[in-house]
Each structure stands twice: as C-alpha cells, then as structure tokens.
C-alpha cells in the first residue's frame, strides 16, 4: 500500500474534500476548492483509461516527472499531494487562475484567447518530455486568464496514460471548439495550420 493511502489520513482527506467551494464535475467525480489556493480533485480510481486503483500514485510520479518543465513555465498546476483510499483517488494540486475556455468562448476575445490556447499547445508538446501529449484535450480541459494585456492558458486533466500521437490533442482541441461554437471552425483551422507545424 502507497505511504499515502493510511486508512486515518485518507478518513480526513475524504472529509476536508467535501468542504470546499464546488467548482467541477467529471464523469468520475468532482473539483472542489482547498484552501485559497488549491483545489482537490476526488475520482473514482478506476476512471478514465486507468484500470486498477494502483495505476494512480504511479501516474501521478508520471505526471510530476513528464511535466516537470511545463509546470515550471506555468502550464500546467503543480500536484501537491496525492491519496489512493480504497476506490477512491484523491489530488490536491495548486488552483488556476481563470475560467475554462468552454465558458470562455461566448467573450469578444474569444478569438485572441484561442490563439493563446493554440501557441500554447505548441509550448506544451516543446517541454513534454517525448512521446507524451495531453491525452484528452478539450476545451474544458483548459482554464484562461488575463495577466496585463495578454491572454494566458493553464492545461489540466492529462491523460498520460492514454498514448497518442500529439496530432490528435490538435484534433480533439479543434473538434471541441468548432463543436460548441461553429463559427470558429474556419479559425481552429488555420490556427493549427500555423501551430502545429
Ligand atoms: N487546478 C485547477 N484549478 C482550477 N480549477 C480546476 C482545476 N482542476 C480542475 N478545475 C475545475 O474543475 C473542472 C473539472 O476538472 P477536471 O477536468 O480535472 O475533472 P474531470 O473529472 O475530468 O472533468 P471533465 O470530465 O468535465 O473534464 C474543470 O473544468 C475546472 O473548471
Ligand atoms: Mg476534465
């Protein structure tokens, strides 16, 4: 049994995990925040392509070692802790700034905050360590801010477990937005044309 998963500690984790703000629902469980400044995530270990509660805590090192680079560029939040209890896995990791580009796509800057998606995906596959991508990138699966003038995305929920070829995180990326909002079909386009080269 990982040194995480002792059965008091994961008792007060699952508590401490119903108390925050909520802030998401996956088809495995939900996002709530912890604290001002982080958020923790209780799944169903089982979920997702993982098929045995013991692949989480080896993912997670995955996670922590493919991303080292990208979370030092602040691409993606740092995980502080994570817990396998039972059938229950549980990540606390730093919150990120911003709103999910979903909710995102209805704003005037829609089309600049796409872009900083798109040149943002290139800096993600740059600093992923070969051959990993993202593994399930939708639009809900990336939150954007502002900082000045200058629209920034932070990526989340990585399948690492899920091995494809990077082209298809520009193909889910596309698909997801040109589902949501058709008029951007002809933008995502292009974009990835000029990104993804
Ligand atoms: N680190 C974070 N900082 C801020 N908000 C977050 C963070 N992680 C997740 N969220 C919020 O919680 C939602 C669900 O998170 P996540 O994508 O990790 O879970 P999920 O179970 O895969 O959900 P889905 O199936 O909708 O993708 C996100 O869309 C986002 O709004
Ligand atoms: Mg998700």
Redesign the pocket.
Known sequence: MPSNSNPQKCEKVKQEAKKGKF?????????REHGAHY?I?T?KCKSGFRKKASEFVPNVTTYRKVLSSVIKAGLA?PIKDAYECGDTCITI????PG??LTNSLHLPDAPEIIESVYKGIRKLHSLMKAPYGHG?L?S??V?VHKTGNKWKPKF??FALERKLARSYDWKFMKDSISQKSPKYKELTKSLEHKYSK
């Open positions: 802030l998401g629902k996956g088809a495995f469980g939900e996002v958020v995530k799944e939040p990791m730093k919150k990120a709103q999910t399930d939708h809900s699966n939150l989340i929920d």
